[in-house]
């Protein structure tokens, strides 16, 4: 095989087996974030992120687990009205990070409501990259 | 001459007869208007933003002094974050009090939520609304509360199977768990 018919071989199957490829959101946005990260973005220190508890101001736990169950695979239901939440890992719902505005906008309230402040870069990248990594 | 006398006198009756027709379908338009409960949400956006965590509760259910309340507050919307970018906001913001139960009165139950609201009052629950309170008065906590399948008053759809096309007649209740509504 040519070097180049590989190359080609090559990128077709990347493109097969990596959901995150089809869109280039999600990548555009850690780039942005990258610049104001200590570290590179990885997917264990996102995973440990969503299962960790915060508490609340009257002292219960609250975490990314609360709403979107410790398997972001699989729907989730809100913790308050209970309405059910689709999967969040691209992998099973390719709708999810299709957009960044409602990247920005879920990421923004959720953050206030389970760590009580908003996420930092390093955080919102983590997540997303262990969202993606599923 | 005779003839001509002839037609125009079937001339004005046969105007006469369809503007008549005219005026009582205007007011069987009015009457369809005032017995249709609340007018069914379209609104892609209202459906989208404030659908995605609850129902997304028809405009007609609260007076336009609520929802302005309500869109002010969004960071701490009974407790959960849901704020908006200002010009979404500003977006939802009108179509709310364009439709709310004061503005456009001609439904049923907006006309009864607004008849029975002080005008001092500002209320952000549509659950804590006199007429809504009213309304479910008899119902027992075990078929709302303790039923995981229901939790709250606010879960307007898992009872009143029409909630999202701005139904709720009694005979489109049915109770899971439980079924219809008896007397």
Known sequence: MKPNNQIIVTSILLALITPALANDVVPKLLQGYRSQAAQPFSAEAGHQLWIKPFADASGDKRSCTSCHTSDPKQAGKHARTGKRIEPLAPSVNPERFTQEREIQKWLTRNCKWTLGRECTAQEKGDVLTYLNSL | MKRWIIMGMGLVVVLTLGWKMQ?????????????????????????????????????????????????????????????????????????????????????????????????????????????????????????????????????????????????????????????????
């Open chain 2, 23 to 183: 005026v009582s379908m205007a007011d069987e338009d009015d009457y369809w208007e005032r017995t249709r409960d609340v007018a069914a949400v379209e609104n892609p956006v209202y459906k989208q933003e404030c659908g995605s965590c609850h129902m997304a509760y028809p405009p007609g259910l609260l007076p336009a002094r609520s929802w302005e309340k309500m869109m002010a507050g969004l960071e701490d919307h009974f407790g959960e974050n849901a704020e908006l970018d200002a010009t979404t906001a500003t977006e939802l913001t009108r179509f709310l009090l364009d439709n709310s139960a004061d503005v456009v009165p001609n439904y049923r139950r907006s006309r009864k939520i607004t008849r029975e609201l002080p005008n001092e009052s500002t209320p952000l629950r549509i659950t804590e609304l006199a007429y809504f309170r009213h309304e479910h008065r008899e119902i027992p906590d075990r078929l709302i509360t303790a039923n995981p399948d229901v939790g709250s008053l606010s879960n307007c759809n898992a009872c009143h199977q029409k909630a999202e096309f701005g139904s709720f007649s009694e005979r489109e209740i049915r109770i899971p768990g439980h079924g219809k509504l008896d007397d």
